[in-house]
């Protein structure tokens, strides 16, 4: 059964980088009917989805935070990548990865990891 | 930008009760790329129904979705414990590729 698990540091200082990676197991990241996609939950807020990834590479934002989000891959080691630049308090959230299928819909998740931004 | 709109904000019923949650969108779009999820407190959203309509594998019987066009609904029948949550509706609008969630309905016990 796939597993995703997010991993990355929980505390962010406010305009550094919020990085973050999903390891994928016990299934392929190249797999071709899959998309890899990053969702965030403020506290006490609803979803927001911040990006989606293809394996070869294609790269699908949010527009509402395009310019500062970037995800990447690295298939040797089944792993998907999320950066966010410019961190302020309102990137505070549990930071979620997925398995975008091919009905469009996100059939499995990490267990989410929190990331404060704060001095 | 589709925006979806969920209602009631709150949903206060009973076990065994039937539960409607709606979730109208600000633009008529393709049934095949409407989903429901459910997420219990503390954990991450689970996916319950795709293509408005089509139930995620082990999702039991109980929970239908339906709808077409702007207006979408998942109806719970038969409320179990474990059925209380929050639901989210989520679309997928593919000019440009994104993703949109709805604000949420809180099902809660009476």
């Known amino acids: 059964q796939l597993h995703l698990q997010e991993s990355g540091p929980g505390l962010v200082r406010p305009s550094e980088t919020l990085s973050l990676t999903c390891t994928v197991s016990n299934g392929s990241i190249s797999d071709s009917r899959y998309y890899w996609d990053w969702i965030r939950q403020s506290p006490g807020k609803g979803l927001e989805w911040l990006g989606a990834l293809y394996f070869s590479g294609s790269t699908f934002y949010n527009p509402s935070l395009k310019s500062r989000v970037t995800i990447s891959l690295d298939t040797s080691k089944n792993q998907f990548y999320l950066k966010l630049t410019s961190a302020t308090a309102a990137d505070t959230a549990v930071y979620y990865c997925?398995?975008?299928?091919?009905?469009?819909?996100?059939?499995?998740w990490g267990q989410g990891t929190t990331v404060t931004v704060s001095s | 930008e589709i925006v979806l709109t969920q209602s009631p904000g709150t949903l206060s019923l009973s076990p065994g009760d039937r539960a409607t949650l709606s979730c109208r969108a600000s633009q008529s779009l393709s049934t095949a790329y409407l989903a429901w999820y459910h997420q219990r407190r503390g954990q991450a959203p689970s996916l319950l129904i795709f293509g408005a309509s089509r139930r995620a594998t082990g999702i039991p019987e109980r929970f239908t979705g339906s709808g077409s066009g702007t207006d979408f609904s998942l109806t719970i029948n038969g409320l179990e414990p474990e059925d209380f949550g929050v639901y989210y509706c989520?679309?997928?609008?593919?000019?440009?590729?994104?993703?949109?969630f709805g604000q949420g309905t809180k099902l809660e016990i009476k």
């Open positions: 997925a398995r975008q299928e091919y009905h469009y819909a996100m059939d499995v």
């Open positions: 989520q679309l997928y609008d593919g000019s440009p590729f994104m993703h949109t």
